[in-house]
């Protein structure tokens, strides 16, 4: 998790005995997943889960071989297990929710902050040409940092400073100043991952609010700070080289051209959102291209009478396969191997279909449900809400690293937290 949190996808790409490290560290999943379910309940039944999570469990893993037999895919192809993949990173939950409880000492607090603030530069001036080379040569590709996984860890790594200093001024002072380094450079990689984020702010700053450090005098040159980094951010974002001469003029025209590349439509004559012959469009050209394929991906799964247990396992899904569409493989991606279609739920409906998303939907509204239950605290679902919208628009569920990550730091962060959680 820490070195994918450094080196992002480039990293869990690095092959080892001819398989990658994502590939194993979610096969590692499965065996998690198949452990808690046949040799040991202790990580499922706890004070707080009781039995639920052990049906919940039994659950995934049954509509798993009831998925897999009707779409007649090969229990013996690494790729049935790769095109279910979130069914068994789901274990990594459990995992983190009984491994040692996350305590941050003042030496890691910054040594993460460090990090985090290193992602920032990478991804504005890549990384040292050795490393590069050396990814190129032993990974399946070099790939900076996308707009999610910079929302996701700009989350996390908030998330555990602010926990650790109880939302106090040091903890503003140091949210502040990330968000002015990460909120323009988030915004212009990727806007579906901007308002993820912005949802997690929105919040945090409630919080600070209540401890009523928020709106006052000291606050005013942590704003101004903001306000520069911000702006630093904003020019170096779009593109590497600083300016020579930094005026109000080119601030301006930093701002307006982020402003015009992210929230103004390729077709201005049209709205960010419209029906046409019975299907929605979209003025935005990115939210057109995934509106296309979703679309289409339904109605094959319609027309095939596919909706109630998905595709399956066994090949991609339709909208990689055809060229019908009027946009064709490019769904595929510059190098041919994308083939999700960039929104969480709507890939585990395809693959599994009603079946799975029923199930997935009752999770996440069951893990709140506890939580709030044992603590009284909405919390967690500003954690869940913002990285789920996120992958709404982007395969992050699917990757190897980003839902390890998530589900370790949901199970850890909150559920370790609560009083007598195990037996």
Avoid: C
Avoid at 59 to 66: E, G, K, P, V, Y
Avoid at 359 to 386: E, G, H, M, N, V
């Amino acid at each position: 998790m820490f070195m994918s949190f450094v080196f992002s996808r480039s990293f869990v790409g690095i092959y080892i005995f001819g398989y990658r490290i994502g590939e194993i560290a979610v096969g590692s999943t499965a065996i998690i997943f198949l452990f808690l379910l046949f040799f040991n309940s202790t990580y499922l039944n706890t004070v707080i889960f009781e039995k639920n999570m052990k049906f919940i469990i039994l659950m995934l893993f049954l509509s798993f071989i009831i998925v897999a037999l009707s779409s007649q895919s090969n229990f013996f192809l690494p790729y049935t297990y790769k095109a279910s993949s979130f069914i068994w990173v789901f274990s990594v939950f459990f995992l983190g929710a009984h491994s040692k409880k996350i305590n941050l000492g003042v030496k890691f607090i910054f040594i993460i902050e460090f990090i985090l603030i290193s992602i920032f530069f990478v991804s504005i001036y890549g990384l040292p040409e050795i490393l590069v080379e050396l990814f190129l040569i032993y990974s399946d590709k070099y790939e900076p940092h996308k707009g999610s996984d910079l929302g996701l860890y700009l989350i996390v790594v908030n998330l555990l400073i602010i926990n650790q200093y109880k939302n106090n001024r040091f903890s503003l002072n140091l949210f502040v100043v990330n968000l002015g380094f990460f909120l323009p450079l988030i915004l212009y990689r990727s806007r579906g991952a901007f308002i993820g984020v912005i949802i997690f702010v929105i919040y945090q700053f409630y919080l600070f609010f209540k401890k009523d450090i928020l709106f006052v005098k000291k606050n005013i040159p942590l704003l101004i700070i903001f306000l520069i980094l911000a702006t630093y951010s904003t020019l170096v974002s779009q593109v590497k080289d600083f300016p020579e001469e930094v005026s109000a003029e080119v601030i301006y025209s930093s701002y307006s051209s982020l402003g015009e590349f992210r929230l103004q439509h390729y077709q201005e004559d049209y709205p960010i959102i419209y029906i046409e012959n019975g299907r929605v469009y979209s003025g935005d050209g990115n939210l057109n291209w995934r509106l296309s394929m979703w679309q289409d991906q339904i109605d094959f799964m319609i027309k095939q009478n596919m909706t109630l247990l998905g595709s399956g396992y066994n090949e991609r899904l339709y909208v990689f396969t055809t060229n019908n569409t009027g946009y064709g493989n490019d769904r595929t991606g510059l190098d041919n191997t994308n083939e999700n279609v960039h929104n969480f739920f709507l890939q585990v409906f395809s693959r599994g279909g009603f079946l799975q998303l029923f199930i997935y939907i009752f999770i996440f509204s069951y893990i709140f449900k506890i939580y709030f239950s044992a603590t009284k605290s909405k919390d967690i679902l500003f954690f869940i809400f913002p990285l789920i919208w996120i992958s709404l628009f982007d395969s992050s569920m699917e990757n190897a690293h980003f839902p390890i990550i998530f589900y370790y730091i949901l199970g850890n962060f909150y559920f370790t937290n609560i009083p007598n959680y195990r037996k």
